[in-house]
Each structure stands twice: as structure tokens, then as C-alpha cells.
């Protein structure tokens, strides 16, 4: 990972002038966006419910331990990805568990073991957002439609995706209400009481909340009618403050992407055409998935004064004048959870970095007789006490109901990092066998390693820290050989023609 360098965006758009964050010639990367309706086809017709297709049942041809087995579902395979991507991403997500479809068209239900996905990416910006002074609070979901008109730009940006309640209680409401599409609009008007002296100043919260945005073409994790996420809103005394806020935490998204997710992910700012509906500026982390296709993955918004002069947030400065304030909102979504699955899986399933794995290590007991079946538990549960007194998320499989080979493939297609297998031999020589989940087959398993506490922890995390920084190259990797330079029109063409991103010089405009 040395030779990977973390860009800071705050180097990038360093600006002596408030008004001026970019150059007026500018590097700027023209992709395939995953999530941009003209141009990707979404399939909302597949139901990846496990009823909704017979029960899919994974087999295994041989339980050789040391055979090169594949995932198989009764009756079909995963669709490859290079045959079908969406259907290949749809069968992951329904395969490994993640999310179902809910009995409202375009809703989704995350299943346990993708919302601990989610749980991983908010319990490391949690921490990022506190430590940058920022409290976490939360406000209504039912906005007032009056404020939403406030700021025209927002109004009519949002208006096609609002949903909105006319009736409550039986009888017709004098107001309607939006369900919240993002929250500008309720924080300004709270701000406004909040705010009175440059001492209130800056103020900077964050809110855990869901939002609904009413899409006509829906994808899982990626695009839904509802959808979770974190959105962060800030106010300060300054212009020269809210670009520094904004360019911060776009910086923190960055670093999530690279070192949590394994994502490289391209840091910069939107074209005006793509601002978001109300902002000044909006910044932009891009992430190739496994498609060429590019999915935007958080956003930092420089708001500038557009909110806080239509809804009159204002504070009196040092020298006893009223000034309104300057403001920023920034975003992740739980579409972090659809880029990790389609930056990193395979035609095995999913594929999950081990800082935001649930599971990091996976324990498969063996045993034929009876007699094996004790000792090999208690070597199970001590290697379990080990590992996760070491800090390390362990989890045993140790049901009747599956043979081993079906385990290994049910819970690589769950993208587990690490397999230890424990069978009767193994309790003998006191050892285990140990694979890996991005280096297939025989390559990637290593036998006859210590129990021994001390041996054992320091070759897990070794692993663990070596996973995390293949996934990262293989994604950099990727990424690089597939965008291109270009300097003129011309270039440009042939370039998306042939799938790639252009990376070229851009106006800023």
C-alpha cells in the first residue's frame, strides 16, 4: 500500500479566494455512472428473494479440503459478471444474504448481515465526525412544503422525486407534508433559532436518519425509494470556513473509502450542471465498480448563503452587524454498501474487506465419527477465545444440518476474508488449516498452522491487514487501466466508446 497515494482534496482546490476552489483548466474524469437513468440499464424485475427462487440451495461436488470448489445454486450458478453485471449483483445480494425487496415497489429490507455492513461504515465515520467537532442530533421527517419553496433552486431540483402526506388522522391536512428528500430546509429553519452571535458559531451537527426520494428505477443499495444514511450540516462565520468544512470532510470520505472499504475512489468537484439543487459547490468522491461504470459514493456541499438568505439565518459579528451565515451539508449513504459489492466481488459472490467484514474469520469444525465431535468443538472454542480476545470478529459454523464443503462455499459467498478448518488431525498436531477468500483454491490455503495463542493471532492479523491491502491494489489497479487521457473532443469520443474514463482538462464551469 506504499506506493498508493491518498489524495487530499483540500490540495487540490486550495484557493487563495473564497469565490475561486478550482483552476480554470482542471483535470476532470468523465465516466459511466452507474446510477445516472439514461444510461445503465437497471433490472427491477429480477426478485432476489431466497422464496421468490426455490429456496436456492448451495452444493459442493467433493469434500476434499483441498479441492478447488465453486459455489453452485440448485438448479443454476451465479450469473458471471461478465455475462449479465446486474443480474450477477442481484444474485450476490440475494445469495449472500444482504437485502430482500419490500411489498413497496421500490423499497428494500436489509437483512441482518448487510446492515452490520452498514453498522461497520457508521461506527468509523462516527468517530471522524466527532473528532472534527461535529455532535450528532436528529430532526423531523415530515418537513413543511412551504419550506421546501423557500429555496427555488431546491424546489426545483427535488419536486419530481418528493413524496408527500395530504391526509393525517383521517382528515386533510391544511399543509402537506414532505417526507424528507435531505434536510436544508428544516436545519435552516431550526438554525435560524438557534443562531444569534458569532459565538453560536460555527455550529456542526450530523444526523443518522432515512430519507425517501420517490424513483421511478430502482436498483438495491444503490438506488431505492428509501434509503439510510448519515447527512452532516454545518454554519460558520466565513466563506473562507464552510469551503474549508466542505473540502474536510470530503477528505474524510476519502479516507473511509481507501482505508476502511478498499475503494480507490477519485476525489473533485462537480460541474455546475451537477451541483446539488441549493449548493455553491459540490464536491464528489467517484468510485469504479467492476462494470467500468462509476458510482458516486459521498458528496460535500458548499451551500455558500443560498439557504441561510431564503430562510433568514443570520448572526450579528464582531462589529455589531447582522450577517447571514455561511453554510455546507455533506453525505454517505448506505449506496456504500451496493459499491463495496460491485468494487470487489467475484463470481463466487461477495467479497468483503476485513475492516467493515461482520465476520473476519469463519471456524468450520470437521469430524466423521461421534468420538471427533467433542475434541474437535473444544479446539474450536479455544481457537474462537483466541482470536476474539484479540480483537478479531470470529464466527463458528459448527450446524449438522450442512457438510463441510457446503460451508466453505456458502460463507465464502458471504465474502468471510479468513476460513479456519478444524478437523480430528488438526486437534492432533495442535494445528489448523487456513484460507483465504481473494486467492481461490489450493493457492490460497496454507495448512498445518499453530493453535498456539501467540502464533495464531499474529498469522490471522497478518492476513487480515495483507487482504485488505490486496483488495485496494486490485481495485487501484483496475481503476488505472481503465482510464485514459485525453485532449480533444475527438478523444473524448473514443474513449466512452470504448468504456473507459477520460480524464481531460474541463472550464470549471
Do not use: C
Amino acid at each position: 500500500m506504499g506506493a498508493l497515494r491518498l489524495p487530499s482534496l483540500a490540495s487540490i482546490f486550495a484557493s487563495s479566494s473564497s469565490s475561486t476552489a478550482i483552476s480554470n483548466r482542471s483535470p476532470f474524469f468523465f465516466r459511466r455512472h452507474n446510477f445516472v437513468r439514461r444510461r445503465h440499464r437497471l433490472l427491477t424485475t429480477a426478485n432476489f428473494s431466497s422464496q421468490s427462487t426455490a429456496e436456492k440451495e448451495l452444493h459442493t461436488e467433493t469434500e476434499d479440503r483441498g479441492a478447488n470448489q465453486k459455489p453452485r445454486v440448485e438448479g443454476r450458478v451465479i450469473t458471471p459478471r461478465s455475462q449479465d453485471f446486474n443480474a450477477w449483483y442481484l444474485d450476490v445480494i440475494a445469495n449472500a444474504e444482504l437485502a430482500d425487496y419490500g411489498p413497496v415497489r421500490g423499497t428494500m429490507v436489509i437483512r441482518p448481515y448487510g446492515y452490520a455492513i452498514w453498522e461497520a461504515i457508521q461506527d468509523y465515520l462516527n468517530v471522524k465526525f466527532k473528532e472534527t467537532g461535529h455532535s450528532n442530533m436528529y430532526f423531523p421527517q415530515f418537513i413543511p412544503y412551504s419550506f421546501i419553496e423557500k429555496e427555488a433552486s431546491h424546489v426545483e431540483g427535488f419536486s419530481p422525486e418528493l413524496a408527500l402526506v395530504t391526509i393525517g388522522g383521517g382528515k386533510e391536512l391544511e399543509e402537506k407534508l414532505v417526507v424528507r428528500p435531505t434536510s436544508e430546509t428544516i436545519v435552516n429553519h431550526m438554525f435560524t433559532q438557534w443562531i444569534h452571535s458569532y459565538r453560536d458559531l460555527p455550529l456542526m451537527v450530523n444526523q443518522w436518519a432515512n430519507v425517501t426520494r420517490w424513483e421511478m428505477r430502482t436498483k438495491p443499495f444503490v438506488r431505492t425509494l428509501e434509503f439510510l444514511w448519515q447527512e452532516g450540516h454545518t454554519a460558520h462565520a466565513t466563506p473562507e470556513e464552510a469551503e474549508k468544512e466542505a473540502l474536510q470532510m470530503i477528505d474524510v470520505y476519502t479516507k473511509f473509502a481507501y482505508e476502511q472499504a478498499a475503494i480507490p475512489v477519485i476525489a473533485g468537484r462537480k460541474s455546475k450542471v451537477e451541483t446539488f439543487a441549493g449548493a455553491s459547490k459540490t464536491y464528489t468522491i467517484e468510485a469504479m465498480m467492476g462494470d467500468g461504470k462509476a458510482l458516486q459514493a459521498g458528496t460535500s456541499h458548499n451551500l455558500g448563503q443560498n439557504f441561510s438568505r431564503a430562510f433568514g439565518t443570520q448572526f450579528t459579528d464582531e462589529t455589531g452587524q447582522r450577517q447571514h451565515v455561511w453554510q455546507t451539508s455533506w453525505a454517505v449513504s448506505t449506496r456504500f454498501v451496493g459499491g463495496i459489492i460491485m468494487t470487489h466481488g467475484d463470481d463466487t459472490g461477495l467479497m468483503l474487506p476485513p475492516k467493515i467484514a461482520p465476520v473476519q474469520v469463519v471456524i468450520v469444525p470437521i469430524w466423521k465419527k461421534d468420538d471427533e465431535k467433542r475434541g474437535v468443538l473444544n479446539a474450536v472454542l479455544s481457537v474462537k477465545e483466541v482470536l476474539t480476545t484479540a480483537g478479531i470478529k470470529v464466527k463458528i459454523d459448527d450446524s449438522d444440518q450442512r457438510t463441510p464443503g457446503w460451508k466453505y462455499n456458502f460463507w465464502e459467498m458471504k465474502g468471510v476474508p479468513l476460513r479456519i478448518e478444524i478437523g480430528p488431525r488438526d486437534v492432533s498436531s495442535g494445528s489448523v488449516v487456513i484460507s483465504r477468500r481473494d486467492v481461490p483454491g489450493k493457492q490460497g490455503k496454507v495448512f498445518g498452522i499453530s493453535m498456539e495463542a501467540s502464533i495464531l493471532v499474529v498469522y490471522v492479523k497478518e492476513k487480515l491487514e495483507e487482504i485488505q491491502s490486496s483488495l485496494l491494489e486490485r481495485a487501484t489497479s483496475f481503476r488505472d487501466s481503465n482510464i485514459v487521457d485525453v485532449n480533444s473532443y475527438d478523444e473524448l469520443k473514443v474513449a466512452i466508446k470504448q468504456g473507459k474514463w477520460a480524464r481531460g482538462p474541463w472550464s470549471a464551469r
